[in-house]
């Protein structure tokens, strides 16, 4: 089954370049341990996914790209075209002259309902692509106003276009200390809007992909080339082809559906995140030795103490009295443990942010950035609603 790619903004197109550069580089490795059936297998379950094909042979990304400023699109459709291993498709891509200014309300009010035909028809024609479809897969990030608004918008309206297809949406949390001064409000809206139209969240932190990059990838001056490159190994290393339970040498058919059966089993519950290891620079993993018990120990340990990484996990942390699974069976889907670190997230972030406080302290600067766009006072109201709700569930875990 295939799953069509919906990249976002400035931060959606960059990042869903490498992850498809990143899936390309992958299935088609000649390096490994795999017979020359096994690999083929491997390669066309992922093109399957991930890619079609042209007359030429050259794989074509199953996405759409969606920005509100020509600029990094250009880029993207030429660094896609220029490495002569897969591209975009002609058609795929929508573009304006007019960006959002970083603002929720532009994005998802003005741009959204003006653009709505001419994006959805993009989204459909790819769709008709696919022989079956697994659901749909949002890159965008929560800080600016094209990702973020137009990202809603569009996640909304695939929810009553597409009611029977899985929705799955990526997004990146700002760094803490500020891109952008209404990037509290802008993801603030942003996430009320997707609990409602997604079916599954997938949270990524640049400060915690920055540590990644500073104390494990040993790279001194980071850029977001580098972050996104770490993002695409970890979504690769999710969505990348498994053996199905049935038997080894057959492939998950459903990757959207698998993942979501696992781990969104209540709507309340659909905040995911990512633990990847080992992650090291590729020049250093000649020199790595690894065992399954040694991974799966650091593993499970970064799990139960919040560890975004596997350096400085706090080993004092213990399971709860429920217990986990022997360590020997360990497995990534089976285990019912849900992280539930993003409550902790979302309450700190709102308290920096002083916009998360309810009932306590009223703030409303910027607000009329908002309210000249069709964005009241009140929709605010009803997201901290919302969000208050969220924490409260999680807490209670």
């Known amino acids: 089954m295939s799953i069509v790619t919906v990249q976002l903004g400035q931060c959606g197109n960059q990042i869903g370049f490498e992850v498809f550069d990143a899936l390309f580089s992958d299935s088609h490795c000649s390096q490994g341990f795999c017979s020359k059936k096994e690999n083929e297998a491997y390669q066309a379950s992922c093109k399957e996914r991930f890619f079609s094909e042209e007359e030429n042979g050259v794989p074509i990304a199953r996405a759409v790209l969606v920005d509100m400023e020509p600029k990094v699109i250009n880029q993207t459709l030429s660094k896609a075209a220029q490495s002569g291993r897969w591209k975009y498709g002609q058609h795929s891509c929508f573009c304006q002259k007019q960006g959002s200014g970083n603002n929720w309300a532009y994005g998802y009010s003005v741009h959204g309902p003006r653009h709505q035909e001419s994006i959805m028809n993009l989204i459909q024609k790819e769709v008709e692509k696919c022989d079956s479809l697994s659901g749909f897969f949002i890159i965008m990030s929560m800080a600016g106003g094209t990702g973020s608004g137009l990202g809603a918008f569009i996640t909304q309206n695939l929810q009553d276009e597409f009611s029977n297809s899985l929705r799955m949406n990526q997004i990146i949390w700002p760094y803490g200390t500020g891109e952008v001064i209404v990037q509290n409000y802008n993801s603030i809206l942003t996430l009320s809007h997707l609990y409602r139209s997604s079916d599954a969240l997938l949270v990524h932190e640049n400060d915690a992909v920055h540590k990644i990059c500073a104390k494990l ?97 706090n080993w004092q942390v213990r399971p709860p009295l429920s217990g986990l699974p022997p360590l020997g069976r360990a497995s990534v889907g089976a285990e019912p443990h849900f992280n539930t670190s993003i409550a902790n997230l979302v309450i700190l972030r709102g308290k920096e942010a002083h916009s998360a406080d309810l009932g306590e302290q009223k703030v409303t600067a910027y607000i009329h950035q908002y309210t000249k766009f069709g964005v009241e006072e009140e929709d605010f109201l009803d997201s901290f609603t919302l969000l208050e709700q969220i924490v409260a569930s999680y807490c209670n875990l």
């Open 217 to 313: 990838m040993n790279i001194k001056q980071i850029s977001f080339s580098d972050i996104n490159q770490v993002l695409a190994h970890q979504l690769g290393s999710v969505f990348q082809p498994t053996y199905s339970a049935e038997g080894s040498s057959h492939y998950r058919r459903n990757p959207l559906g698998d993942l979501m059966e696992n781990l969104v089993p209540h709507p309340e519950f659909k905040m995911l995140g990512i633990r990847n290891i080992p992650q090291m620079p590729e020049n250093s993993l000649a020199y790595s030795a690894f065992t399954w018990a040694g991974l799966l120990k650091h593993l499970r340990q970064m799990l139960i103490s919040n560890a975004k990484m596997e350096e400085g996990i």
